[in-house]
């Protein structure tokens, strides 16, 4: 027979009381304050994006994004001796990323933010590569990162940025989430690129054609699955709440991308 002394009861209780508090604050903060629980993490802003964060001379920051089929960025250079702190997230599907000669290995999960620390304390490049089946161009994904001396990063020319477009149309398409299947330079990616886009006649998976235009355009966005451009893309756009005057900016915007 199982025996309960007092102090035993007591903590029971006291555990209980505590449990109970929990849930009434959990309770709150969700309903006072509108505190959830983040479905996507990649809608941290941070994670967005691929870059290199210094913190301080020898310690760094890297964010890198996996999307079919790149990593961003692509081409990293730390000076030697250099901690650098890699995050890791993806953008449409599952990727990994392996470092070679390191034994950093992290999946890139839509909605995940993976994380890993590396040292390097030699001049080296390294390679990384895709290691989880992704499609078509999986085998073509791959990124270097460049550890160099002290001397060598202190002379490196540094790119200047580019700088972002300004125009509404491109805020809109931004935040809109749209540049992370198109991009507006011609890179690939999992929608077309808007480069040259406007004005020009596409095929679609009906066999009719159809000439991209301010019509074309708006039903595209209000209607993604009436009209699909024969099969080149692996998935479909999705819907997204735009007014018609936001369309209007989006299309000025696609125009001036010759
Ligand atoms: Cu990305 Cu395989």
Same mark, same amino acid.
């Given at each position: !027979? +199982? *025996?309960? %002394?007092?102090? /035993?009861?007591?903590?029971? =209780?006291? *555990?209980?009381a505590f449990a109970v508090v929990l849930l009434g604050l959990s309770a709150l903060a969700i309903n +006072?304050?509108?505190?959830? #629980?983040?479905? $996507?993490? %990649?809608?941290?802003?941070?994670?967005q994006k691929g870059e290199l964060i210094t913190h301080s001379p020898t310690?760094?920051?890297?964010?890198?994004?996996?999307? !079919? =089929?790149?990593? /961003?960025? /692509?081409?990293?250079?730390?000076?030697a001796g250099s901690t650098v702190d890699i995050y890791l997230s993806a953008a449409d599907v599952t990727h990994g990323l392996i470092m070679l000669g390191t034994n950093l290995n992290l999946m890139?999960?839509?909605?995940?933010?993976?994380?890993?620390?590396?040292?390097?304390?030699?001049?080296?490049?390294?390679? #990384?590569? $895709?290691? /989880?089946?992704?499609?078509?161009?999986?085998d073509r994904m791959a990124a270097e990162l460049h550890v160099v001396d002290a001397a060598t990063f202190a002379a490196r020319p540094s790119p200047p940025p580019a700088p972002e477009p300004?125009?509404?149309?491109?805020?809109? +398409?931004?935040?809109? +989430? $749209? %540049? %992370? $299947?198109?991009?507006?330079?011609?890179?690939?990616?999992?929608g077309p690129t808007f480069k040259g886009l406007y004005g020009r006649t596409e095929k679609l998976?009906?066999? *009719?054609?159809?000439?991209?235009?301010?019509?074309?355009?708006?039903e595209k966005i209000l209607h993604p699955d009436a009209k699909i451009v024969a099969g080149r893309f692996e998935q479909e756009m999705p819907k997204t709440d735009l007014s018609s005057e936001e369309i209007e900016e989006i299309i000025e915007y696609i125009q001036t991308l010759k």
């Open positions: !027979m +199982l *025996s309960v %002394t007092q102090l /035993e009861k007591r903590i029971i =209780w006291i *555990s209980l +006072l304050f509108h505190v959830g #629980l983040p479905t $996507c993490l %990649t809608d941290i802003k941070p994670f310690h760094y920051e890297l964010h890198y994004v996996a999307r !079919m =089929w790149k990593f /961003e960025p /692509e081409d990293v250079t730390v000076p890139a999960v839509p909605g995940v933010v993976n994380y890993a620390r590396v040292k390097f304390d030699k001049p080296r490049v390294y390679q #990384l590569l $895709c290691h /989880e089946f992704c499609g078509t161009g999986h300004t125009h509404p149309g491109y805020k809109l +398409l931004d935040a809109n +989430l $749209c %540049t %992370t $299947c198109h991009s507006i330079d011609g890179q690939p990616g999992i998976r009906d066999g *009719s054609t159809v000439a991209v235009n301010d019509a074309f355009i708006r």
